[in-house]
């Protein structure tokens, strides 16, 4: 099974300011990593997937960028409502594995 | 796309329960859709997924044997069923289209 770690577990960002979320994966994955925001009290919502494509009516201030075993989500400038937990998860091998979760919060 | 999952279930330790989620505005059965589970205060994790054109089915190791997977392509619906429930099983579950869109979620608490 393919291990997904995350970091770091809390970020806090000012509003407007940059935030970087870090994936790791055991293996390699090549580019089937997808990014998953979870607000509370909400479902999981898939925000982007494959070679950095975005799910639809996702804003543009969310990008990803790596492959293989190293992966980073940037929200170019942070809005408060994106305050939220956020997975990546492979899916190159099943199972399917999620990270522990990265917890964004505003400063 | 929509995914829309039965409601919130309270059962007793031992009992039998099937969930269900039903979809629309996709091809059901040319998609993988799966069951994920969310414990209280938790993480994400994959159950099982279900390929609805040929019923082939994964389960994760944890989950082998504990669940059963299924769909019923004729009304775009996928299930997840239990035959013996525990404690433990309280959780959140979402059903969740590969690389889409998920459910709202189905409350399942376990309590004698």
């Known amino acids: 099974e393919i291990v997904m770690t995350q970091s770091p577990a809390t970020l806090s960002v000012s509003p407007g300011e940059r935030a970087t979320l870090s994936c790791r994966a055991s293996q390699s994955v090549s580019t089937n990593l997808a990014w998953y925001q979870q607000k509370p009290g909400q479902a999981p919502r898939l925000l982007i997937y494959?070679?950095?494509t975005r799910a639809t009516g996702v804003p543009a201030r969310f990008s990803d960028s790596g492959s293989g075993t190293e992966f980073t989500l940037t929200i170019s400038s942070l809005q408060s409502e994106d305050c939220a937990v956020y997975y990546c998860?492979?899916?190159?091998?099943?199972?399917?594995?999620f990270g522990q979760g990265t917890k964004v919060e505003i400063k | 796309v929509q995914l829309v999952q039965s409601g919130a279930e309270v059962k007793k330790p031992g009992e039998s329960l099937q969930i269900s989620c039903k979809t629309s505005?996709?091809?059901?059965?040319?998609?993988?859709i799966g069951w994920v589970r969310q414990m209280p205060g938790k993480g994400l994790e994959w159950m099982g997924i279900?390929?609805?054109?040929?019923?082939?089915?994964k389960y994760s190791p944890s989950f082998q044997g504990q669940v059963t997977i299924s769909a019923d392509k004729s009304i775009s619906t996928a299930y997840l069923q239990w035959r013996s429930l525990e404690a433990s099983d309280t959780a959140m579950y979402y059903c969740?289209?590969?690389?889409?869109?998920w459910g709202q979620g189905t409350l399942v608490t376990v309590s004698s």
């Open positions: 969740a289209r590969h690389q889409g869109e």
């Open positions: 998860q492979q899916y190159t091998n099943w199972p399917w594995t």
């Open positions: 505005g996709y091809s059901f059965a040319t998609y993988w």
């Open positions: 494959g070679a950095s």
């Open positions: 279900i390929y609805p054109d040929d019923s082939d089915t």
